[in-house]
């Protein structure tokens, strides 16, 4: 249980963020995603003191709120403010119910940011609220049993025809609308300026007054505009064509814009169904040109992202930012949830560096399966000699469905100085169909390593002929037979001539097969 300081501590947050609500409504337009980013942290705040079912009941006085008859935060003067401006707006108790969200205090926000005036000519900011069916908020209702009761029969009771809540706000937007369609033009105009402008002072000073307007317009009408500015920031920040000062300008001013609501706006356009797919690549190369500066970002959304056609968009960004995303894509690799490092693990894979084998290697021992097999497939993809030489070692554990992996990796990236440990492998006494399963696979990549070294082993293999373990051994003949047309040696022809006269077909089969990849080898 919280105690009584702890507790007005939570309260004088939970009210703080009111006043974050306040300042948004009336910095950014309608629409723009940072109030419900906004209202939803300040709902946070609230749920902290209204956790276990808990109501929160406060006077409001001029010089304050009072709970419990003591002041909150009395010397805090952004608390004094808000308690004025709930109190020109006759509110003189004010009641959070536990069941509080996001929604109900965003509207409240917006009722409580209308003109006295308005207020009264509606019946009060209580009369709003209710007629809106907003019953987690109540202003001068003292009685706790009271609220519950007169909450309950607003919930059954049918909807107001003759309220409409978006009417009552609009009476003080109209003038925020206008001002947001000024907004936007001021920003078109300016964004036309730049694109024309020759000197690079006046560029500059450009930059200076489109961050701020740009910030403004991150609603889903002004998407083409905030594109348009991204791509002339870009441009300017790598084009040949301009100077080294502008180029700094440039970069400057998407340092400045790279903050998480923005990375949220671009990436929810990048994500949107009707995002054509040239706008959509644009938006990726935009996002990966932003690099470091949103990597953070973009690994939050993607260790949080259950869809997988957005979270295949997010790797790719991560991908093309190249090596400024290794940094946090080695902070993820020892996240507590296994799909988020694979997913890390995979990113790392298609980034290819050398440098991220070091951090891989060691998640070989991971205890989820899919994380070991998906580290494997990065190896691969990292190659070079170091990388061969961590799936060498791997490939003689005692893990047996790694080895396996191990092995066909070392065959799709041919690595030739894998083969004296492939051969090595491959000539072990050992029948049970487990071995001979990871015997197939040997001689399956030392096929595609192609090396002339394996051929006699493998034509040893063609030709040896079983009575006891028939059925094993003619799967290992099939195999090898197989593995001698992938090498495509002309050595090998007089074995592959004789093969195809086997009394088992599938050896006999193979045999042919091999003999024709020789013969177009050979053409």
Not at 83 to 103: G, K
Not at 209 to 233: C, G, K, M, N, S
Not at 353 to 374: C, F, G, K, N
Not at 382 to 408: N, W, Y
Request: glycine residues 4%.
């Amino acid at each position: 249980m919280q105690n009584s300081s702890e507790l007005h501590n939570l309260i004088a947050t939970a009210l703080t963020g009111v006043v974050k609500q306040i300042k948004a409504i009336r910095y950014y337009p309608s629409k723009h995603p940072a109030l419900q980013a906004t209202a939803e942290e300040s709902l946070r705040n609230f749920e902290l003191v209204l956790s276990g079912g808990n109501h929160l009941s406060l006077t409001v006085r001029k010089e304050g709120f009072l709970f419990d008859d003591s002041p909150v935060a009395k010397s805090n003067q952004v608390l004094v403010q808000l308690a004025n401006f709930c109190f020109a707006r006759r509110i003189q108790h004010l009641t959070f119910l536990a069941d509080l969200n996001s929604s109900d205090l965003h509207l409240f926000v917006h009722y409580l940011l209308l003109d006295p005036q308005i207020i009264q000519r509606q019946g009060g900011i209580q009369t709003i609220l209710e007629k809106a069916r907003l019953t987690t908020i109540w202003t001068n209702v003292r009685d706790l049993d009271d609220i519950l009761q007169r909450k309950e029969e607003i919930e059954e009771l049918p909807e107001d025809p003759d309220f409409d809540p978006t009417a009552v706000l609009t009476e003080g937007d109209e003038g925020e609308e206008s001002q947001a369609q000024t907004d936007a033009m001021d920003l078109e105009t300016l964004i036309a300026k730049m694109e024309q402008e020759k000197n690079d002072a006046r560029f500059q000073n450009f930059i200076q007054e489109l961050v701020p307007l740009l910030r403004l317009q991150l609603i889903e009408e002004r998407r083409a505009l905030v594109l348009r500015a991204f791509l002339l920031l870009c441009r300017c920040a790598t084009g040949k064509q301009h100077s080294e000062e502008r180029k700094k300008n440039a970069l400057q001013g998407l340092d400045q814009l790279a903050t998480g609501e923005m990375t949220n706006y671009l990436v929810s356009y990048t994500f949107a169904a009707e995002t054509e797919q040239k706008t959509r690549d644009t938006l990726i190369q935009i996002l990966a040109f932003l690099g470091s500066r949103i990597t953070d970002r973009l690994m939050e959304m993607l260790a949080d992202e259950s869809a997988a056609s957005k979270r295949k968009i997010l790797s790719e960004v991560l991908v093309r930012c190249r090596t400024t995303a290794l940094p946090i894509l080695y902070e993820y690799l020892g996240d507590d949830r296994w799909y988020v490092v694979r997913n890390s693990i995979a990113i790392l894979g298609d980034i290819r560096s050398q440098e991220s084998l070091a951090q891989l290697t060691p998640l070989l021992q991971h205890d989820e399966i899919r994380v070991r097999r998906e580290t494997i497939r990065a190896l691969t993809k990292i190659g070079g000699q170091r990388a061969i030489k961590i799936l060498l070692q791997v490939a003689v554990t005692d893990d047996h469905e790694m080895r396996r992996q191990a092995i066909l990796s070392l065959g799709a990236i041919r690595a030739a100085n894998a083969v004296p440990t492939l051969l090595t492998l491959l000539k072990k006494a050992d029948w049970s169909q487990r071995a001979v399963d990871l015997k197939k696979d040997t001689i399956r990549a030392l096929g595609e390593i192609r090396d002339s070294e394996a051929i006699p082993e493998l034509a040893r293999i063609v030709k040896k002929k079983r009575w006891m373990r028939r059925q094993l051994n003619d799967e290992l003949r099939i195999t090898a037979a197989a593995a001698l047309g992938d090498i495509a040696d002309e050595s090998t022809r007089s074995v592959l001539e004789k093969a195809t006269h086997d009394r088992t077909a599938a050896v006999a089969r193979a045999a042919a097969q091999a003999l024709k990849q020789l013969d177009k080898a050979k053409t």
